[in-house]
């Protein structure tokens, strides 16, 4: 078998390759709420906008659900691929699929008919419970492609093709674009307008990924394989933490929502709600570098050539830096102008979000790290660690914050509640990481003793 670029080619060149595409799509990602925030807010108003963010935890199950199967998947194929096992490559693949088949039509058939009992839950008023209901439902019909967008866009980062998902990535923000201008712009559909075109656009998407899967060429398709389920445990483990991440997105929204609606109401979510869709850029970009690394760790960690895996996170964390820098000025300096173009001028919800702004901008100076370490503890296999901090970071500390913060600073202990927990994760990440370099400094030792 030949060898795979990830073994063989220089790292800078690998980075370029594998992560400018995968951040630039997952920015593109991020973009697809904003389109939708920019239309939603302009054309419907912060009613509509509040319910769509108040939907948002529905829309994060079903990443959770992708983002399991799809980076557990990659990191374990990246490992028996680079430890030369292509069978059980093909075996992960296959049996992702079929689990990912069965659970999206399950999400399906319960975000339509259990829509409004799900919007309730989440915290919608009176006022917002029939648009967050109406989100859902649509949403839910959209799940199948979407999740299977996420796993065979990664899939093909194993297969040399990282390309493709950020292909898919742009074909899927202009079809964001018509869709939301003609169904709530044009047609009036409102926000099962908004809902349909997320839908359909992410379903676009699939259809540019799957090629090559469909190819029989391929070391990874959809015709070789065969379903494992004793493969299920190892990959749901393995891709825990990001299945975590997005929970944590869906949990720490709830709370903020709630949070603000205490203390500020529909105002305060809609503050909220347009200070979150800046941040994404930041934080997607992240997350960008992170699915852009993560072949390339597991592939080298799996062949056992830890000096590459050293180095592609030492070029990561350099660039981390650069990224955190840029988006803690804009935030900090030209927040309320960012913000503007989703309120259309609401001075209420600037002066919330403009301070807000400039106390979250600080989570940037840390995020990255806590971010693409979870990653990296994923690609090598070590699940424990990666849950580890992406629970920190998304779920303990953000919980402890919320509740303990506000408290002592009103508001604005709600927006730190996010720099708080970014930096007490750090201070846990960097030990977990050093003991985790320990093993691989020994790991190294052995490989070239040739034991």
């Known amino acids: 078998m030949q060898e795979n670029i990830l073994g063989s080619e220089k790292i800078p060149r690998l980075f370029i390759k ?32 509040a319910s769509v963010n108040i939907a948002a935890p529905f829309m994060q199950v079903i990443i959770a659900l992708s983002m399991i199967m799809s980076i557990g998947s990659q ?26 088949l069965v659970f999206g039509f399950g999400i399906t058939v319960v975000g339509f008919t259990m829509n409004s009992q799900i919007a309730y839950i989440l915290g919608a008023s009176d006022i917002l419970l029939k648009d967050v209901s109406l989100y859902i439902k649509t949403l839910s019909v ?14 093909g980062r194993i297969m040399e093709k990282p390309q493709l998902y950020f292909y898919g990535s742009i074909l899927s923000l202009f079809a964001n674009i018509t869709l939301n201008y003609t169904l709530i712009y044009k047609l009036k559909l409102g926000i099962v307008g908004a809902a349909t075109a997320t839908g359909l656009a992410y379903s676009l998407a699939f259809l540019v990924v799957v090629w090559p899967a469909l190819n029989k060429k391929n070391i990874i ?38 949070a603000f609606m205490n203390i500020a109401g529909e105002t305060g979510v809609a503050a909220f709600t347009a200070i979150n869709y800046v941040a994404q850029f930041g934080i997607l970009s992240m997350f960008g570098i992170s699915d852009g690394i993560g072949p390339i760790v597991s592939y080298n960690y799996g062949s ?11 070029l990561s964390d350099k660039v981390i830096i650069t990224i955190g820098i840029i988006i803690f000025t804009s935030l900090f300096f030209f927040g309320r102008n960012l913000v503007n173009i989703f309120v259309n001028g609401n001075e209420e919800i600037l002066n919330i979000a403009s301070v807000g702004a400039k106390i979250y901008a600080f989570a940037f100076f840390i995020n990255g790290f806590n971010i693409v370490n ?37 508001i604005n202990g709600i927006w730190m509640s996010v720099p708080f927990a ?3 994760t750090l201070f846990i990440g960097i030990k977990l990481m050093k003991k985790s370099y320990k093993v691989m400094n020994k790991n190294y030792e052995v490989s070239i003793n040739g034991a």
């Open 304 to 314: 056992k050539k830890f000096d590459r895996v050293k180095a592609i996170m030492k």
């Open 75 to 100: 990191s374990y194929m990246g490992l028996s691929l680079g430890d030369g096992n292509v069978a059980k490559t093909q075996n992960i693949f296959k049996t992702a699929m079929i689990f990912i």
């Open 422 to 424: 970014e930096l007490i």
């Open 221 to 258: 398709n959809v015709f070789v394989g065969k379903f494992d389920k004793s493969v299920i445990f190892p990959v749901i483990y393995n891709g825990s933490s990001e299945g975590i991440n997005s929970i944590a997105t869906a949990t720490s929204a709830y709370l903020f929502n709630m």
């Open 18 to 49: 594998y992560s400018i595409p995968a951040i630039i799509a997952m920015v593109i990602t991020g973009m697809q709420a904003v389109v939708d925030g920019i239309f939603v807010g302009n054309v419907l108003g912060p009613n509509a906008m």
């Open 142 to 155: 959209f799940t199948i492609p979407m999740s299977l967008m996420f796993l065979f866009g990664f899939s």
């Open 374 to 410: 979870s990653g990296y503890f994923t690609a090598i296999g070590y699940a424990k660690e990666s849950v580890i901090v992406a629970s920190c970071r998304g779920l303990i500390f953000i919980i402890t914050g919320i509740f303990t913060l506000p408290t002592i600073f009103g």
